[in-house]
Structure formats: C-alpha cells, structure tokens
C-alpha cells in the first residue's frame, strides 16, 4: 500500500498508516517517527503458526521508531518485546490516559476534557494512544476535541443493539 502514495513528489507533514499483524510479519527495514503498538491478543495463530511468531510479528513495529508508544497491559506481560527501547505507556493506566471523561498527560500533568461517543475500555485505551500522539506531535486541544466529538465508528462496530 505504502507504493501507492507518492513520498516523493507530494509533501506530507504526516503520514498515518495502520498495519496488521500480517503485513508486519515482513517489516524488516523500516524507519518510522512514531509508533503505537496497542494490543497482543491471541490471534490469527492459524497464519503466524503459534503465539511467538506472532509476538515477533507485531514486535516489528517497534523497530527504528523514534517515538514509542506502548498499552501499558503489554509492558507487564511482554516485556522481552521492548527490551533496550525507551517507550510510553498508554491506557486505562500509565503515562497517557482517558477515562471516558478527561484524557491526562501524566508526564506533563496537562489533563484535557474529551467527550465521545465511541464505547468500551478498547476504545478508551485507543483513545489514550492518540492523546499520546496528539501531545507528541502539538496539535492543539481543539482539533482533538473535534475530531473526537465527532468521529463516528464503522456501523458494525460496537453498535447498540438493545437493553437487557
């Protein structure tokens, strides 16, 4: 996918890009500014032939980063992935958080009230990864807010479906 946009001839303060546990399985020479690493579930196991291939798969990712960060579950069952690298932690604890109601960088102790509709821990997890990225990078609280209030997740995402 990278091969379709242009690096080259177009500039691009940034370049955001999502890549799975399969397209990371062959990321060998890689430079990036910031990473996330989010999750280390025990999946596609089929395609990865066992949970250590796998492991290294998504371990890839931290590799040439220049910024690191990592959900704060995995720096205490992995921690061999992030041996010799400096990183941050985000999550419903560590250096970046949001607990539904008020995202906080504890590092910097600047706490930012963000509403959202997108539900559940997950979700709150991943949004703490990107008020990390946010104050890594400056962008400013109100883009934040925006983007968030109104960011609307894929239909098949999370839906309610009823009260029980």
Not at 33 to 52: E, K, M, P, R, T
Request: net charge negative; hydrophobic share 40%; proline share 2%.
């Amino acid at each position: 996918m990278l091969d379709e946009i242009d690096l080259m001839q177009t500039e691009y303060d940034y370049v955001v890009y999502e890549l799975s546990s399969y397209m990371l399985q062959d990321l060998y020479d890689h430079h990036s500014f910031v990473s996330i690493l989010g999750n280390l579930y025990q999946d596609h196991l089929d395609w990865h032939v066992g949970f250590a291939n796998y492991a290294q798969a998504k371990a890839n990712i931290v590799k040439n980063s220049e910024h690191l960060f990592v959900g704060t579950e995995l720096t205490g069952s992995h921690p061999e992935l992030f041996e010799h690298k400096a990183f941050h932690t985000f999550g419903n604890e560590g250096d970046y958080t949001y607990d539904g109601v008020v995202c906080t960088n504890h590092l910097s102790h600047h706490s930012l009230p963000a509403t959202t509709s997108l539900l559940g821990s997950h979700n709150y997890r991943n949004i703490a990864g990107i008020f990390a990225l946010k104050e890594l990078l400056g962008i400013d609280d109100s883009i934040f807010n925006q983007t968030l209030a109104t960011f609307q997740a894929l239909p098949h995402r999370m839906e309610r479906v009823g009260i029980f």
